[in-house]
């Protein structure tokens, strides 16, 4: 499958959302918890999805369904509960000496791991893709780039 512009241009919009997101997070946590900047986080995330919903369906002209098509596989379901150990871990580390930059760095790299393991073995459904040694060097500029931006602040 040939990587379009469209999807690129997208997947970096969802780096920007969730860098945003984060810091919005982990100022909500420096202010109360980030238990409860999790709650809240997630309470906004479910009203924003369901407001994007119906204008959504306004704009296409019929009512979107919010029941799956065909049968989903329950642990399908459990995705929230990464999600707000996300919220939880990033509120943690971004109001620690680490800051926003360091702690996305790290998620990055800690995403890039987990999804070259998630796309060698298929995990949760996805579909199997052999890793190879590009990724492998990838992962090693990623992680050298993390480095750089923890240590080389002076």
Same mark, same amino acid.
């Given at each position: 499958?040939?990587?379009?512009?469209?999807?690129?241009?997208?997947?970096?919009?969802?780096?920007?959302?969730?860098?945003?997101?984060?810091?919005?997070?982990?100022?909500?946590?420096? #202010?109360?918890?980030?238990?409860?900047?999790?709650?809240?986080?997630?309470?906004?995330?479910?009203? +924003?999805?369901?407001?994007?919903? /119906? *204008?959504?369906?306004?704009?296409?002209?019929?009512? *979107?369904?919010?029941?799956?098509?065909?049968?989903?596989?329950?642990?399908?379901?459990?995705?929230?509960?990464?999600?707000?150990?996300?919220?939880?871990?990033?509120?943690?580390?971004?109001?620690?000496?680490? $800051?926003?930059?360091?702690?996305?760095?790290?998620? /990055?790299?800690?995403?890039?791991? #987990?999804?070259?393991?998630?796309?060698? #073995?298929?995990?949760?459904?996805?579909?199997? !893709?052999? +890793?190879?040694?590009?990724? #492998?060097?990838?992962?090693?500029?990623?992680?050298?780039?993390?480095?750089?931006?923890?240590?080389? !602040? $002076?």
């Amino acid at each position: 499958m040939k990587t379009q512009p469209f999807h690129l241009s997208l997947a970096m919009a969802g780096g920007v959302t969730l860098a945003s997101m984060i810091a919005l997070n982990s100022h909500m946590a420096f #202010f109360s918890s980030p238990l409860l900047a999790s709650w809240v986080a997630h309470g906004i995330g479910a009203v +924003v999805s369901l407001i994007v919903l /119906m *204008i959504a369906s306004i704009l296409i002209g019929k009512k *979107i369904s919010l029941l799956p098509k065909t049968k989903t596989p329950i642990w399908a379901y459990l995705g929230g509960i990464p999600g707000a150990f996300t919220v939880i871990l990033a509120a943690i580390t971004v109001n620690s000496p680490l $800051g926003l930059s360091g702690s996305l760095a790290l998620i /990055m790299a800690g995403q890039v791991l #987990f999804g070259l393991v998630c796309d060698s #073995f298929g995990l949760f459904g996805l579909v199997k !893709r052999t +890793v190879n040694s590009h990724d #492998f060097i990838a992962l090693i500029l990623m992680v050298a780039g993390c480095l750089m931006t923890l240590f080389g !602040r $002076g």
